[in-house]
T-cell receptor
Framework: KAGVTQTPRYLIKTRGQQVTLSCSPI?????VSWYQQTPGQGLQFLFE???????NKGNFPGRFSGRQFSNSRSEMNVSTLELGDSALYLC?????????????FGQGTRLTVV | ELKVEQNPLFLSMQEGKNYTIYCNYS?????LYWYRQDPGKSLESLFV?????AVKQEGRLMASLDTKARLSTLHITAAVHDLSATYFC???????????FGKGTSLLVTP
């Protein structure tokens, strides 16, 4: 069974640019969530999507956005990149029902902003 | 604001020894998750604890949940070097559909 796939694995961008990260969930999983991991702040929740609808959003500026497609694949976009956006971005998928939300994580996208 | 606190944050232990990692959280939740992360790698799900008194064991690791005390423990028995990693606990957020993670416990097992 294929796991959660994130692309690209590594990215280097310049301040002010924008970036789009992609996540393909485990087959049959309809919930996709995104997390940012940094040494200073740890793992922080960005947003979660289920059946193309955003159900929850973390405390991040509007420069961070996401969407989910009908095949459950998800993308997140960061506009006007700042140095502080350098992080490991992790995508997680789960089946979806609230009662059992075990999340399986992808390998992550390492974003470096210079 | 939901808080999840782990301690210790760093742990160096000898092979063969036992130790416990603690995870306290500030909300009423009966679902707690433990993950492992190796350097440069993603998060691997270890345990899902879904009710008060839940206890799960896998190899040298055993996790338990006390929802009344808002406390989960991850007990390591007879540690081996392969257990060296960072361990995170996480709790469902109050607003739903999200996990709130602790800062992680960086474990190093030495000969």
């Amino acid at each position: 069974k294929a796991g959660v796939t994130q692309t690209p694995r590594y990215l280097i961008k310049t301040r002010g640019q924008q970036v789009t990260l992609s996540c393909s969930p485990i087959s049959g999983h309809r919930s996709v969530s995104w997390y940012q991991q940094t040494p200073g702040q740890g793992l922080q929740f960005l947003f979660e999507y289920f059946s193309e609808t955003q159900r929850n959003k973390g405390n991040f500026p509007g420069r961070f956005s996401g969407r989910q497609f009908s095949n459950s694949r998800s993308e997140m976009n960061v506009s006007t990149l700042e140095l502080g956006d350098s992080a490991l971005y992790l995508c997680a998928s789960s089946v979806g029902p609230k009662e059992y939300t075990e999340a399986f994580f992808g390998q992550g996208t390492r974003l470096t902003v210079v | 604001e939901l808080k999840v606190e782990q301690n210790p944050l760093f742990l160096s232990m000898q092979e063969g020894k036992n130790y416990t990692i603690y995870c306290n959280y500030s909300t009423t939740s009966d679902r707690l998750y433990w993950y492992r992360q190796d350097p440069g790698k993603s998060l691997e799900s270890l345990f899902v604890l879904l009710s008060n008194g839940a206890v799960k064991q896998e190899g040298r690791l055993m996790a338990s949940l006390d929802t009344k005390a808002r406390l989960s423990t991850l007990h390591i028995t007879a540690a081996v070097h392969d257990l060296s990693a960072t361990y995170f606990c996480a709790v469902d957020s109050n607003s739903g559909y999200a996990l709130n993670f602790g800062k992680g416990t960086s474990l190093l097992v030495t000969p």
